[in-house]
């Protein structure tokens, strides 16, 4: 009989887990290369992590759209910046495949606002926290999921810097890519436990 999961982690066990962060290949996309490299090895899965980063607004009424996209491989992530065309067609491309699994968590919103930057078709995308919930699971976060589900925290401090700066920094770069590791992670971990669909 399968041990049922924790449904919810405070916030003191959650602090007392180890870090985790991704250490793998990280391919900033900036230009044909690093474009082609992406599309690649995306397009040779069968399931990619995913996420978007957005510019925080700290003001009433102030918005943005996603700066850039992140998609986690078994071999990398690919950090797209979406000021470039080249990065919206590949997205759209990977979006619409119905044989590649786009895993994230509360992707609908992520797709709602990309698609105020660009057009696209979605087939087989996974949202992480509707799956958690059916689980059993009363939180359904990245953070809480990873905790709960896989055992380590991941952190938390680069979410609201500028992600439309010109240049990323480090630690907003191994942010950005471990919050997609991390979603392609959680989606094999449900997946080997049979509760993905």
Not at 91 to 108: C, P, Q, S, Y
Request: charged content about 20%.
């Amino acid at each position: 009989m399968p041990v049922q999961p924790a449904p919810a982690i405070s916030t003191e066990v959650l602090n007392a887990l180890p870090l985790r962060r991704y250490e793998g290949t990280v391919n900033f996309v900036a230009g044909p290369a690093q474009l082609h490299a992406a599309r690649q090895d995306a397009l040779a899965e069968r399931v990619i992590g995913f996420d978007t980063e957005t510019r925080p607004a700290f003001r009433k009424g102030e918005r943005y759209l996603p700066s850039i996209a992140q998609v986690a491989t078994a071999h990398a992530v690919h950090i797209l910046p979406l000021r470039y065309a080249e990065t919206h067609r590949l997205l759209a491309e990977l979006l619409a495949r119905a044989d590649i699994v786009k895993a994230g968590v509360a992707l609908a919103n992520d797709l709602r606002t990309l698609r105020q930057r660009f057009d696209f078709g979605e087939k087989s995308v996974v949202d992480l926290g509707v799956v958690a919930r059916r689980r059993g699971y009363a939180q359904s976060g990245l953070r809480n999921l990873a905790g709960l589900a896989l055992g380590y925290r991941i952190a938390k401090g680069a979410k609201t810097t500028n992600w439309a700066a010109p240049q990323l920094s480090p630690a907003q770069i191994a942010y950005a890519a471990t919050d997609a590791w991390v979603c392609r992670e959680l989606f094999l971990h449900f997946e080997s436990g049979g509760t993905v669909n």
